[in-house]
T-cell receptor, first 113, second 115 residues
Framework: GNSVTQMEGPVTLSEEAFLTINCTYT??????LFWYVQYPGEGLQLLLKATKADDKGSNKGFEATYRKETTSFHLEKGSVQVSDSAVYFCALRLSGSARQLTFGSGTQLTVLP | SAVISQKPSRDICQRGTSLTIQCQVD?????MFWYRQQPGQSLTLIAT?????????ESGFVIDKFPISRPNLTFSTLTVSNMSPEDSSIYLC????????????FGSGTRLTVV
């Protein structure tokens, strides 16, 4: 079946540190890939996305590259801020009629000043 | 992207009762998705609601427990029936707007506590 495996958290970093949250997927066909962020007490927000191999999604200093050969979509940021503290979810969406998202387990990130 | 209004935002309910959650979208969409997020866990799809047809439920979720209505292309409800403390979760609706991979919008969620 289709699944998303995320790096287990929680992750705690100091401000300005480099962030990587690993995400790998298993899917039939060619999925679109997403990173969603959930700030404390808030709803889910789309952070970035990529729809085909080698695409790079980017937003707010975060980046992720769709790697078909390694079935990965790792999230990176060069210098995290305290305001980046949140739960990050990797997700995929298959092409075709099954249009719902399949989510990873989520990774809690805490950035300390 | 679409804007979703979801309500109630939170509720505390007695076991054995039912709660209906509403989602209103500011534009017409074909599919609406209902997810559950149990405490400290990821989102799990409950069902997909299409206008004019029965909702499609995922494994582990049944219509008697989670009846869904989809009377038109901008509105849907999810009812959590005969609640128990295990139903305490955040429930979210979601829509996909635009072409494949365009992006999904989520409602702000309903935080349900069953006592």
């Amino acid at each position: 079946g289709n699944s998303v495996t995320q790096m287990e958290g929680p992750v705690t970093l100091s401000e300005e540190a480099f962030l990587t949250i690993n995400c790998t997927y298993t899917a039939t066909g060619y999925p679109s890939l997403f990173w969603y962020v959930q700030y404390p007490g808030e709803g889910l927000q789309l952070l970035l996305k990529a729809t085909k191999a080698d695409d790079k999604g980017s937003n707010k200093g975060f980046e992720a590259t769709y790697r078909k050969e390694t079935t990965s979509f790792h999230l990176e940021k060069g210098s995290v801020q305290v305001s980046d503290s949140a739960v990050y979810f990797c997700a995929l969406r298959l092409s075709g009629s099954a249009r719902q998202l399949t989510f990873g387990s989520g990774t809690q990130l805490t950035v300390l000043p | 992207s679409a804007v979703i209004s979801q309500k109630p935002s939170r509720d505390i309910c007695q076991r054995g009762t039912s709660l209906t959650i509403q989602c209103q979208v500011d534009s017409q969409v074909t599919m609406m998705f209902w997810y559950r997020q149990q405490p400290g866990q990821s989102l799990t799809l409950i069902a997909t609601a299409n206008q004019g047809s029965e909702a499609t439920y995922e494994s582990g979720f049944v219509i008697d427990k989670f009846p869904i209505s989809r009377p038109n292309l901008t509105f849907s409800t999810l009812t959590v029936s005969n609640m128990s403390p295990e139903d305490s979760s955040i429930y979210l609706c979601s829509v996909e707007k635009g072409a494949q991979g365009y992006g999904y919008t989520f409602g702000s969620g309903t935080r349900l506590t069953v006592v």
